[in-house]
């Protein structure tokens, strides 16, 4: 199967040994790269921050930046640059996507202009590569 690309939650739940539909961890496991964006960095800083804690994405007592480069290294994960056609991208698809999420306007962009397939559980985005088959492929995990 070609590479995949994880979304920032199934990231987190795939680093912390959550259990995930077994169609999404068939496509993990036969993949040929697994890859995350670096805007799952920027969007781990950003949950880490909520006042109410158990809002927080649980980091295993690290700082997001360390949990982030320790899931990708125990995983072999490749992590992808945001490029300026990715930020590009990510802009002009944000009025079509309209969650008012930007993390997810550089997943979505970066899945599209590298052609993965965006392992994810987030409705919005599920929704919109229903919406639009043609230029976004994911797998529900």
Request: aromatic content about 8%.
């Amino acid at each position: 199967m070609s590479p995949v690309l994880f979304d920032t939650n199934s990231l987190l739940w795939y680093g912390n040994g959550v259990r995930m539909r077994s169609i999404a961890s068939e496509a993990i496991s036969n993949s040929t790269e697994l890859l995350a964006s670096a805007i799952s960095v920027w969007e781990l800083t950003f949950a880490d921050r909520k006042h109410h804690p158990l809002r927080r994405p649980d980091l295993r007592g690290l700082t997001p930046r360390l949990w982030f480069d320790d899931a990708i290294s125990r995983f072999g994960i490749t992590v992808l640059p945001v490029t300026t056609d990715i930020a590009s991208e990510a802009a002009d698809i944000a009025p079509a996507y309209g969650s008012g999420d930007p993390g997810d306007c550089f997943l979505i962009a970066t899945a599209h202009i590298q052609k993965l397939t965006l392992i994810t559980r987030d409705t919005c985005i599920l929704e919109f590569a229903k919406a639009n088959p043609d230029y976004l492929s994911v797998i529900k995990c």
